[in-house]
């Protein structure tokens, strides 16, 4: 068995013990405190409401616009990769019906983009799905998520710096032609080659991005723009060229699939990766003016945009060359060379150069973005929550993320550690869709507060704090109702009208909870079934269909009863609504999960380890440290009369 299908139970186990403790009425205090430690979950937007309001050196610049989210998603998304990649699926995967399988990754990347558009309006605040998991699943998933988010855009950067050196050396004339001092060169007597331009690089992105968010994004724009430019002209002149001489790449006897259906999506498999980057966009939350509009907007255009991109240049380079004689290092360059446009190359190697620079600042912006809501959270030291008043970025975070990547593309080659950047995305994706269920089925009943207000608040008159009842305070569990919880309308019976079934608050949300961890099971069931072929075909096809009927079940349940009319209120509102829930969560569910599963042994092997260092970390540091160590929990409808009497705003 794979280091991915020994991983992806345990993640898949600490969202079960949420479910569990969210139901669990009886039981020993000292036997749930630990898993109460990993499901606790903070408040809706706790590090921005009026309760830190004093701290405005935590506070970010509310600057962006709906266009800088343009240019930061855009640009954090079209890669060099497109430069490339294109010819490899092509000559291995999808053949002609390249730009079908762009389609296919365009779409399921968008399941997930719904979610993100979702849940990023709903909760306008830095972190990302580290702040979404923690508000929806709990601390120990959240940790696990801004944990694994640390080493995508750690890695993802220092990658990409690598990357440009090459392409700017094409631009020269090659790379003897680059100054020394920018040249690559070997260590005499290690096999280590530094790459000083790419050390350079990472330097001058993090000085720009210490300068000032909107000034930042508005550079990114400018770059953006010019690798655009540079992909429309492949589109307009290859357009020319195919219509010149009759799209030879299509007429080949082999039709449009030579490789199949299965060619297809195996393609979309491999590209779906092309489009990671969108999310950048929901790290920013909190810089934006207009949250509940601009940020739906912007995930969603950005993506489009994209998706449109990739697939005119796929019908393209395919129209002007055979997939089969495409070159794998460089296609677009090598099919305009065999029409006699070999000055392309150099204009090819320009939006190359422009592409990764665009995504180096895509992959340094979010990381000090993620430092910063885990530090304010208690989980990470209070340094990395330090935003520069006259800036009003996270400037310490900034420099040591730039750093710690300058340092990694400048002594090592991290090209066999980029798989590793796949993992922390798509582990966030899935978060992300199955916190979109927990906020429509069973969203958070109980606010946290801090403890030193629960003397005043176990005397106030309108508080029942009978001797017999007991809060669960931080790390403990109560054994029996929690405090300040009066019973109201919420517990009567409420009628289904399309079953006729009678079922109470309590009761759905049980049944809602459990339906949401058997769909998590039956998808991880039904993605190791279908990647593990070398099982016997026996226990391959049991595996699939008991993971096929937990999916269905829970998909059935969650289809028959109402949504919890909690959602409304929770959060921000007026923002954008999820579409198909729950169908189109669990479809985003099963797709990433069937993609983290087909990850290879070598890149889980690696990632287990950067995850257990990060373990120790949580036990030793994030848990004692946590802002909910000593919290206790009141039920949501007494809050607000709670920070009446106390005076305590709990926004």
């Known amino acids: 068995m794979s280091s991915a299908r020994k991983y992806l139970p345990s993640v898949v186990l600490v969202i079960t013990m949420g479910f569990m403790v969210d139901t669990q009425k009886e039981g020993g205090e000292h036997q749930w405190s630990c898993i109460r430690n990993l499901v606790r979950r903070k408040q809706v ?29 855009v640009g954090s998304t079209i890669g060099a990769g497109v430069y490339i990649l294109v010819g490899t699926v092509a000559r291995e995967h999808s053949g002609p019906a390249l730009a079908f399988s762009f389609l296919i990754a365009g779409v399921s990347a968008a399941l997930s983009a719904f979610c993100y558009a979702e849940l990023s309006s709903r909760f306008p605040s830095a972190g990302s799905a580290y702040h979404y998991s923690y508000i929806c699943i ?21 990658t990409v710096a690598r990357g440009i050196s090459p392409n700017l050396a094409m631009i020269f004339g090659g790379e003897d032609c680059l100054p020394a001092i920018l040249a690559r060169h070997q260590i005499p007597g290690l096999d280590i080659v530094v790459d000083p331009c790419a050390a350079v690089l990472v330097f001058t992105v993090t000085g720009l991005l210490c300068i000032g968010v909107k000034e930042s994004t508005f550079a990114q724009g400018i770059i953006t723009t010019v690798n655009v430019f540079v992909m429309i002209f492949v589109i307009v002149a290859g357009s020319y060229l195919c219509f010149k001489t009759g799209w030879a790449g299509y007429q080949l006897p082999s039709g449009y699939f030579p490789y199949g259906v299965d060619g297809m999506l195996a393609g979309s498999a491999t590209v779906f990766f092309a489009y990671i980057g ?13 949250p509940q509009r601009d940020l739906p907007l912007g995930i969603g255009l950005s993506l489009l945009l994209c998706c449109l991109l990739y697939m005119m240049v796929s ?34 190697a320009l939006g190359a150069v422009m592409a990764l620079c665009s995504t180096l600042m895509g992959s340094i912006l979010p990381q000090p973005r993620i430092l910063m809501a885990m530090a ?41 550690l980029a798989g590793m950047v796949s993992v922390g995305t798509l582990v966030a994706f899935t978060m992300v869709a199955i916190s979109v269920l927990i906020l429509r089925y069973v969203p958070p009943d ?71 961890m058997f769909i998590c099971i039956g998808n991880f069931l039904i993605s190791y079934a279908a990647s593990s072929l070398l099982l016997p075909g026996l226990l391959r096809y049991s595996l699939c269909g008991v993971g096929g009927l937990l999916l269905l079940s829970g998909l059935i349940v969650l289809s028959c009863i109402d949504q919890d009319d909690a959602r409304h209120s929770f959060g921000h509102s007026g923002g954008f609504i999820c579409p198909l829930v729950p169908l189109l969560p669990i479809l985003c569910i099963l797709i990433n999960m069937y993609l983290l599963v087909n990850l290879g042994a070598g890149t889980w092997a690696r990632v287990s380890v950067w995850l257990f260092i ?8 994030g848990r004692r440290h946590s802002s909910l160590a000593n919290a206790f929990y009141v039920t949501t409808a007494h809050a607000d009369e709670i920070g009446r009497s106390s005076g305590y705003s709990l926004a």
């Open 278 to 290: 969108f999310d950048s966009v929901a790290s920013m939350a909190e810089e934006v003016k207009n």
């Open 446 to 516: 109980e606010v946290p507060l801090p403890s030193s207000l629960q003397e005043r608040i176990c005397s106030a008159p309108f508080l029942r704090c009978a001797e017999n009842s007991s809060s669960h305070v931080g790390t403990s569990f109560s054994t029996k109702q929690p405090l300040l919880c009066e019973p109201d309308d919420s517990t009567v019976e409420k009628k289904d009208a399309r079953w006729g079934w009678v079922l109470s608050k309590e009761n759905r949300r049980k049944f809602a909870g459990w339906s949401i």
């Open 315 to 348: 019908v393209v380079i395919v129209g002007l060359v055979p997939y089969y004689a495409m070159d794998p290092d460089t296609p677009i360059s090598s099919a305009f060379a065999t029409h006699g446009i070999q000055w392309a190359a150099y204009l090819i």
């Open 614 to 621: 990060g373990v120790l970390v949580y036990v030793f540091y």
């Open 138 to 158: 709990g601390e120990g998933v959240a940790w696990l998520i801004g944990w694994a988010l640390i080493l995508e855009y750690t890695i993802g950067g220092s």
């Open 376 to 416: 304010r959270d208690g989980l990470l030291p209070s340094f990395f929550s330090d935003v520069n008043q006259r800036t009003q970025v996270p400037v310490k975070g900034t420099i040591s993320t730039g750093f710690c990547a300058a340092l990694l593309a400048f002594f090592m080659d991290v090209s066999q």
């Open 45 to 73: 937007d706790s590090s921005n409401g009026k309760a830190e309001s004093h701290h405005n050196h935590h506070q970010l610049a509310k600057a962006l616009t709906f266009p800088h989210l343009i240019a930061v998603g």
